[in-house]
T-cell receptor, first 113, second 115 residues
Framework: GESVGLHLPTLSVQEGDNSIINCAYSNSASDYFIWYKQESGKGPQFIIDIRSNMDKRQGQRVTVLLNKTVKHLSLQIAATQPGDSAVYFCAENENQAGTALIFGKGTTLSVSS | DAGVIQSPRHEVTEMGQEVTLRCKPISGHNSLFWYRQTMMRGLELLIYFNNNVPIDDSGMPEDRFSAKMPNASFSTLKIQPSEPRDSAVYFC?????????????FGPGTRLTVL
């Protein structure tokens, strides 16, 4: 079946740098996308979401970009901080009743001081 | 708001024993989801409920797994009998709308170890 996948399993950055985490999806019917952050020992925490009628959405220090042409999603974190160290998951959904979020495997972001 | 509450946080049991995991969703949310997370398979949806009614249980691995939601504020996931391969972190999540295409808020998880 179709699934969400992540390009890189790990990403290491220096504090203060910008981080970019990528996600590829294969279901062209997907209409809704979410990024979650999971810290060690905790449940996934919602960061930001975007629907397919948009190609960019900004939050506090985070930006999600959606390229429907190539089925690609990215999360940009500005001025990365040690507290951003976590596993980041993208998830997709067809935005229809009766379908569920499909999660990618996750990317580990490691921020060094 | 206390968020999604799960209990126990950790469970260690022996193969063959019954395990019951509990979840209290965020008040007012009408969708509830059970997930399992392992290193090998990532986050897998097991089952979800809308307005206390099970909608999709196709992710439930076997008949040994069952889930109930007797009311809007409580759900259980039961494994009977448990097996070592059931060892994982089990998350409960809730959502404020009946469509799945909305933000889901996760609980802290229950780490299950089956010896």
């Amino acid at each position: 079946g179709e699934s969400v996948g992540l390009h890189l399993p790990t990403l290491s950055v220096q504090e203060g740098d910008n981080s970019i985490i990528n996600c590829a999806y294969s279901n062209s019917a997907s209409d809704y996308f979410i990024w979650y952050k999971q810290e060690s020992g905790k449940g996934p925490q919602f960061i930001i979401d975007i629907r397919s009628n948009m190609d960019k959405r900004q939050g506090q220090r985070v930006t999600v970009l959606l390229n429907k042409t190539v089925k690609h999603l990215s999360l940009q974190i500005a001025a990365t901080q040690p507290g951003d160290s976590a596993v980041y998951f993208c998830a997709e959904n067809e935005n229809q009743a009766g379908t569920a979020l499909i999660f990618g495997k996750g990317t580990t972001l490691s921020v060094s001081s | 708001d206390a968020g999604v509450i799960q209990s126990p946080r950790h469970e260690v049991t022996e193969m063959g024993q019954e395990v019951t995991l509990r979840c209290k969703p965020i008040s007012g949310h009408n969708s509830l989801f059970w997930y399992r997370q392992t290193m090998m398979r990532g986050l897998e949806l097991l089952i979800y409920f809308n307005n206390n009614v099970p909608i999709d249980d196709s992710g439930m691995p076997e008949d040994r797994f069952s889930a109930k939601m007797p009311n809007a504020s409580f759900s259980t996931l039961k494994i009977q009998p448990s097996e070592p391969r059931d060892s994982a972190v089990y998350f409960c999540a809730s959502s404020p709308r009946t469509r799945t295409a909305d933000t889901q808020y996760f609980g802290p998880g229950t780490r299950l170890t089956v010896l």
